[in-house]
C-alpha cells in the first residue's frame, strides 16, 4: 500500500535542456479581448455632449461677432482681410475639426 501523505511524484535533477517556449501570441490575443471588453464605448455622456455643442456654438456666434465689428472698424483692407481669413480658419476648425476630433475620443 503506498504512503498517502506523500505527493505521488519524485523530484530529482533534470538531465534534459530547458526548453524555451516563448510563443505568447495566445496570451496577448486573451489580453487583447480582455482589454476591449473592458473599454468604454467611443460615445461622451449626452449631458458633456450636449454642454460641447452648445459652447462651439456659442463660440462660433462670438466670431461671427468679431467679423462683424472687423469690417465696422476702419482699419486697412489688408489688415481686415488677414484678419477674415484668421477668423475662417477658426470657425472651420470649430465647425469640423474639434466635432472629428470629439468623436474619436476615447473615454
Avoid: C, H, W
Amino acid at each position: 500500500m503506498p504512503n498517502t501523505t506523500y505527493p505521488n511524484y519524485e523530484t530529482k535533477f533534470s538531465t534534459s535542456p530547458v526548453e524555451n517556449k516563448s510563443d505568447t501570441a495566445a496570451q496577448m490575443r486573451k489580453y487583447k479581448e480582455d482589454e476591449a471588453g473592458q473599454k468604454a464605448p467611443k460615445i461622451l455622456p449626452f449631458e458633456l455632449d450636449q454642454n460641447a455643442v452648445q459652447l462651439l456654438g456659442k463660440m462660433y456666434e462670438d466670431l461671427i461677432m468679431l467679423k462683424t465689428l472687423v469690417s465696422k472698424t476702419q482699419t486697412n483692407e489688408s489688415a481686415k482681410e488677414k484678419i477674415d481669413e484668421l477668423i475662417d480658419i477658426v470657425g472651420i476648425i470649430i465647425l469640423k475639426d474639434i466635432p472629428a476630433e470629439i468623436d474619436k475620443m476615447y473615454l
